[in-house]
């Protein structure tokens, strides 16, 4: 397993079963869904890709104009500690997996998670995957990257970001890859505490949403170690990314990512 000496920080297609669908049936079943009317279409490539999100929607605007986007490229070494020492606190719960068209969700019923983030607590509200990473290391990119968001109840966020490569089989992420081969599954097992790497080292900055509106003010947690996942399992992600579904790297400006640990709580 890989270990950065600095820290790091889902539309999926069901897996089809091979009796009998017709190549025209598959096609529809592995396209996204349709967009709403009024939603503004992106995508990860071309005339709606990354490089024109801001161009898309006066909503959007943040995607080409902002200076605090995600994902960086991390360093290899972090120079700044954190002063503070965060917990994250879990329990067992259940959840059901949701294709938005662009990834696909995991969202917990209740209970799976909260951070307690320089005196404000944050709470689980989805996670999702991205395929290959978004955030890299010295330049380079992991194999998937998964996306734990926390939210508050005044609209402020913090995203724990797990990085991972192919490796040993990970029963811990079992659940979610089995919900991204089959959007709609419920009663879903999520131990999220199970889920992080061994090393509670992170990397921290302040950045943004990775998709649009790409909103500002969104404080990024991304561990060090990757987990491992099967081959298999990745195959299962990478089928699900529709080919992929990660923005390329923003540039840094003047932020410093910076070095800590997250505790787990009791």
């Not at 349709?34 to 990354?50: L, N, Q």
């Not at 029963?171 to 081969?181: D, I, K, N, R, Y």
């Not at 195959?235 to 840094?252: C, F, I, K, M, Y």
Request: hydrophobic share 35%.
């Amino acid at each position: 397993m890989k270990k950065f000496a600095l820290p790091a920080v889902l539309v999926l297609t069901p897996l089809l079963a091979s009796c009998g669908t017709s190549p025209a049936a598959d096609d529809a079943a592995s396209a996204p869904p349709p967009v709403a009317a009024g939603e503004v279409h992106w995508s990860y490539s071309g005339a709606e890709g990354p490089a024109e999100w801001g161009h898309l929607s006066a909503d959007f605007e943040s995607c080409s104009t902002g200076s605090a986007q995600s994902p960086i490229d991390l360093p290899a070494h972090a120079d700044q500690k954190a002063t503070e020492h965060p917990t994250i606190t879990s329990s067992l719960t259940v959840g059901e997996s949701v294709d938005t068209g662009h990834t696909v969700q995991l969202v917990p019923e209740s209970g799976a998670s909260t951070v307690e983030w320089d005196g404000t607590e944050f709470t689980l509200a989805q996670t999702h995957f991205h395929v290959p990473s978004e955030h890299t290391v010295a330049g380079e990119a992991m194999d998937a990257e998964f996306h734990l968001v926390h939210t508050t109840t005044d609209g402020q966020t913090l995203v724990i970001g797990v990085l991972a490569e192919e490796g040993a089989e990970n029963a811990a992420w079992q659940p979610f890859v089995e919900g991204a081969a089959t959007p709609g599954t419920a009663d879903l097992p999520l131990d999220v505490a199970a889920m992080l790497p061994e090393d509670p080292t992170y990397e921290a900055y302040e950045g943004s949403l990775t998709t649009p509106p790409c909103t500002e003010g969104v404080q990024w947690v991304v561990y060090t170690t990757p987990v491992e996942l099967s081959a298999d399992q990745i195959a299962v992600l990478d089928e699900a990314s529709h080919g992929h579904n990660a923005r390329p790297t923003l540039p840094q400006g003047d932020r410093t990512p910076y070095e800590g640990t997250l505790a787990l709580g009791e």
